[in-house]
Nanobody, 119 residues
């Protein structure tokens, strides 16, 4: 029923920028927090950025000052603007949203999109 469609991944060189988008459809409840996670080869999945329903963002220390998360409630989308990309940013990036139905909250994940940063 609920579907998260990610787009914007690709191959770029160090220092360049990339913008990821995630569109949510099919949900019955209200979208609360939205965020981005990533998993690099041989690493555990980690939080990159999250934005609350009140548009308050939080970032991992490794991306502060370089990445910007935003949301468009009218379009049910969350975006991640990535600037000054580094090779260590290479990972599969996953979109996650929290949907609220009555008093219950549920997590939904996207399929992931590959971001590769070359030297």
């Amino acid at each position: 029923q609920v579907q998260l469609v990610e787009s914007g991944g690709g191959l770029v060189q160090a220092g360049e920028s990339l913008r990821l988008s995630c569109a949510v459809s099919g949900g019955i409840g209200i979208i609360n927090a939205m965020g981005w996670y990533r998993q690099a080869p041989g690493k555990q999945r980690e939080l990159v950025a999250v934005i609350s329903s009140g548009d308050i963002p939080n970032y991992a220390d490794s991306v502060k000052g370089r990445f910007t998360i935003s949301r468009d409630n009218a379009k049910n989308t969350v975006n991640l603007q990535m600037s000054s990309l580094k090779p260590e940013d290479t990972a599969v990036y996953y979109c996650k949203v929290v949907l609220q139905v009555l008093r219950l909250k549920y997590d939904y994940w996207g399929q992931g999109t590959q971001v590769t940063v070359s030297l």
